[in-house]
C-alpha cells in the first residue's frame, strides 16, 4: 500500500483480520507501539477501496459526547458543531452512502471512552436497532433535515460509518474498560512488517461498495 508517496508495509494476515473485522463490528481498536502504522492503515485502506477516512484527535480532557460531536450555544442560538459531527452527517447524504467511511479516533485512550463516546457505545451494542446519538433533550431552531426530531434531536449513524480508534499504551494513557472491548473488534500492530513485492499487484478501477 501507498500513501502520498510513502511506501507501506503490512502484513497480508493483518489486511485480512482488518477486513473480516469490518463485518464483526463498526467500532476497531489498532493497539501496538508508536510507529507501527496504526493510524496509517484505515487511511490506506479507505484510499485502496475508493472510501474516505478522518481523522479526529482525541484530547486529553474529554469527558462527554459534547467534546466529540458539539454543543448548542443558547445565547448565540447556534450550534457549534466539530469536525466530527459534520463528519457523520455527510456520511449520510445520498452521494455518500455507498462508500466506506471511517472515523479515526487518534490516541483513543487519552482520555476515557466510556465517558466521552458513551452514547456511541450503547448505540453500537445491538446491530439490529437503528443507532442514534442524541444531540439535544429538546427542539432546536434550523435543525438540519436528515435529523431525527421525534424526541429532541438526534443523529442517525449512518450504517457505512466504522469508527476506528487507535491507542498506545503507555503512562500518558488509559486502559480501555471490559465495555468497550467487548464492542469493539481489537486488532494489536506489531513492528517489523515484511517486504512486500516492488510492483503492486493490478488493482480494480472504482471505488468498492459497502454491500
Known amino acids: 500500500a501507498t500513501s502520498h508517496g510513502k511506501r507501506l508495509n503490512y502484513r497480508l494476515s493483518d489486511l485480512r483480520i482488518f477486513l473480516a473485522g469490518m463485518a464483526m463490528s463498526k467500532l476497531h481498536l489498532l493497539e501496538g507501539v508508536s510507529g507501527t502504522g496504526k493510524t496509517t492503515l484505515p487511511n490506506a485502506f479507505a484510499n485502496a477501496v475508493g472510501g474516505f477516512a478522518k481523522k479526529i484527535e482525541v484530547q486529553a480532557g474529554w469527558r462527554d459526547k459534547q467534546d466529540l460531536l458539539g454543543y448548542y450555544n443558547s445565547f448565540e442560538r447556534i450550534y457549534r458543531e466539530t469536525p466530527c459531527m459534520q463528519y457523520l452527517y455527510r456520511a449520510g447524504l445520498p452521494y455518500f452512502s455507498d462508500a466506506i467511511i471511517f472515523i479515526v479516533l487518534d490516541e483513543m485512550n487519552l482520555s476515557h471512552p466510556e465517558q466521552y463516546f458513551a452514547d456511541f457505545l450503547s ?72 517486504l512486500v513485492q516492488e510492483k503492486a499487484p493490478i488493482q480494480r478501477k472504482g471505488p468498492v461498495s459497502v454491500k
Do not use: C
Not at 453500537?124 to 431552531?141: A, F, M, N, T, Y
Open 123 to 194: 448505540a453500537l451494542e445491538d446491530p439490529k436497532s437503528e443507532p442514534l446519538i442524541s444531540i439535544s433533550d429538546r427542539g432546536l431552531p434550523e435543525v438540519p433535515e436528515r435529523m431525527v426530531t421525534t424526541t429532541g434531536v438526534q443523529l442517525k449513524l449512518p450504517s457505512n460509518v466504522w469508527f476506528i480508534g487507535t491507542a498506545n499504551q503507555d503512562e500518558t494513557t488509559f486502559a480501555f474498560a471490559p465495555k468497550t472491548y467487548d464492542r469493539a473488534h481489537v486488532m494489536e500492530l506489531r513492528s517489523n512488517a515484511p
